[in-house]
């Protein structure tokens, strides 16, 4: 496992465990980097992402799907266009993922018109299974 992974499995395990506790500051430097790395490649609203923590629902926005893809791949939770739920569950803390595993194993991959219509329509799948502890990096 690379060094980059490592440090972003735990700033997902980080946010997920609890949004409201802190990170310390190489977890907001990691989760700065990724954000603005995607946001460029994207040309994605980073206010969209905002909103959405703040418990907005995640809206059909083109570039905001293809943001929602790059961090995903970025944290090697998809690949091809294939969710790999088994992945995204290791990134969580064990109790998180036993409470969360049913809901993300229903949801799989959700299936899009591509890649980045994939992306958005299973992190919509997961945002209603758990709006309350719903995040986008």
């Avoid at 972003?8 to 603005?36: F, K, N, T």
């Avoid at 064990?94 to 049913?102: D, I, T």
């Amino acid at each position: 496992m690379t060094m980059w992974f490592r440090a972003l499995a735990m700033l997902v395990a980080g946010l997920a465990a609890a949004q409201a506790i802190e990170m310390d500051e190489d977890m907001a430097e990691l989760a700065r980097m990724v954000r603005e790395s995607c946001a460029a490649e994207t040309g994605a609203d980073v206010a969209l992402v905002e909103q959405v923590n703040a418990g907005a629902d995640l809206m059909p926005d083109a570039k905001l799907a293809c943001y929602m893809k790059c961090t995903m791949e970025t944290a090697g939770m998809m690949s091809d266009g294939e969710v790999d739920i088994e992945a995204v569950l290791a990134l969580l803390p064990p109790e998180l993922a036993a409470h969360k595993a049913p809901s993300l194993r229903a949801c799989g991959t959700v299936h899009g018109a591509d890649h980045c219509d994939t992306a958005w329509k299973t992190q919509k799948c997961w945002q209603a299974a758990n709006k309350a502890d719903y995040f986008l990096i």
